[in-house]
């Protein structure tokens, strides 16, 4: 699963589209310096969002 920003940058979100090596690292999304009250580093809810876009994907699958 790949992340695209508005720039065109890419960012892998998984292993299989980090392995590719085409992608920028998943955890090089999060800006320098910025706090959440909920860290995602292993980007869990961009990935969840993803699987809720795909039309085969059913909840508990992967």
Same mark, same amino acid.
Request: proline share 11%; net charge negative.
């Given at each position: 699963?790949?992340?695209?920003t508005? *720039?065109?940058t890419?960012?892998?979100?998984?292993?299989?589209?980090?392995?590719?090596?085409? #992608?920028?690292?998943?955890?090089?999304? #999060?800006?320098?310096?910025?706090?959440?009250?909920?860290? *995602?580093? *292993?980007?869990?809810?961009l990935?969840g969002?993803?699987l809720?876009?795909?039309?085969?994907?059913?909840?508990?699958?992967?």
């Amino acid at each position: 699963m790949v992340f695209t920003t508005e *720039d065109g940058t890419q960012f892998a979100l998984n292993g299989t589209a980090e392995h590719t090596g085409r #992608y920028q690292p998943g955890n090089q999304i #999060y800006a320098p310096g910025v706090f959440s009250p909920n860290p *995602d580093p *292993d980007a869990t809810s961009l990935i969840g969002y993803g699987l809720s876009l795909c039309p085969h994907y059913r909840p508990g699958e992967f």
